[in-house]
């Protein structure tokens, strides 16, 4: 039984604070599963898929948090 978990980014403000839309979670869940059977010939029935939404202040890249990150990163305003 495998568990695959993903993680991806909540971003956005507003109402819309989600990182995918529930169409493109059944797209990720239905990937994950269709490579575990491709690969480990792994049934859709036997694999859990778990997606996590992890806010903008909970991660970071390049040892920054990721706003300080982006902003380092974005190319200077002419």
Do not use: H
């Amino acid at each position: 039984m495998p568990i695959v978990t993903i993680q991806i980014t909540r971003e956005g403000s507003g109402s819309r604070r989600s990182a995918a839309t529930a169409e493109e979670k059944a797209a990720l869940i239905k990937g994950a599963s269709q490579l575990l059977l491709d690969v480990l010939n792994k049934p859709f029935d036997a694999t859990f898929v778990v997606i996590e939404e992890v806010d903008m202040e909970n991660w970071g890249v390049g040892g920054l948090p990721v706003a300080e990150y982006r902003r380092r990163s974005a190319p200077a305003a002419r």
